[in-house]
């Protein structure tokens, strides 16, 4: 049996917000009227129930979806974490094989050294 409902009731009974409802009515995709400036949206039986359930199946998609992402993300974090661990390990054992500290090379003046050569060839 069709029956008119405001397009409150009717977003109600459908499971879907009130703005959506409103431009399935002005889409067309729902059956309405506007009469005294109120719009009555034309529902039967199945079409309230058959959008519920949609709504419902709609919302378990996405939290499984969401779900299914969470755990990706976990598994993306763990896998870097591991990495890090993995990379500082390797600036460690690389940082080990340095010397403790090199002595500065000494280094003369260029007056120093052409002075030791004139001396050399004398």
Do not use: C
Not at 5 to 28: E, F, N, P, Q, W
Not at 49 to 68: R, V
């Amino acid at each position: 049996m069709i029956q008119g409902y405001t397009i409150k009731d009717a977003a109600d009974m459908t499971g879907i917000s009130k703005a959506a409802m409103h431009k399935r009515v002005l889409r067309g995709t729902m059956k309405a009227e506007k009469i005294n400036g109120v719009w009555n949206v034309y529902l039967d039986d199945k079409t309230a129930s058959h959008d519920k359930k949609a709504s419902g199946n709609d919302e378990l998609t996405i939290l499984s979806m969401l779900q299914k992402q969470l755990t990706e993300k976990d598994v993306q974090i763990e896998f870097l974490k591991d990495e890090l661990h993995r990379k500082d390990t390797i600036i460690m054992s690389l940082t080990e094989r340095i010397p403790r500290q090199l002595k500065a090379p000494t280094r003369k003046s260029i007056w120093n050294r052409i002075r030791h050569e004139k001396k050399g060839k004398d």
